[in-house]
């Protein structure tokens, strides 16, 4: 099993920024794509960035210059800096590790974006 524990949310204003943070343990070997999705109110859950365990990252067009993903492989961690934030951008960002031993979620840490 893999336990995931999201941290960094807030209120912020429009044209802010934040770094999430994404603290992983129990059967880490296993992982190999981890990334970010955000749920809006009333929306769907939606991929905002991943990463693999070799580095490579793909966004959703509309983060693509604003947000950065990065993993600290000996560290168990990631993160997502995310800068020039919109209102958009609101919502409850959930951590996800893809593992040999299946698809596991954080719980979120919500991110408010004043206009």
């Known amino acids: 099993q893999v336990q995931l524990v999201e941290s960094g949310g807030g209120l912020v204003e429009a044209g802010g920024s934040l770094t999430l943070s994404c603290a992983a343990s129990g059967i880490i070997g296993s992982i190999n794509v981890m990334g970010w999705y955000r749920q809006a109110p009333g929306k769907q859950r939606d991929l905002v960035a991943t990463?693999?365990?070799?580095?490579?990252?793909n966004y959703a067009d509309s983060v693509k210059g604003r947000f950065t993903i990065s993993r600290d492989n000996a560290n168990h961690m990631m993160y997502l800096q995310m800068n020039s934030l919109k209102p958009e951008d609101t919502g409850v960002y959930y951590c996800?590790?893809?593992?040999?031993?299946?698809?596991?979620w954080g719980r979120g840490t919500l991110v408010t974006v004043s206009p």
């Open positions: 990463i693999t365990k070799g580095g490579s990252t």
């Open positions: 996800n590790a893809v593992s040999s031993l299946g698809n596991f």
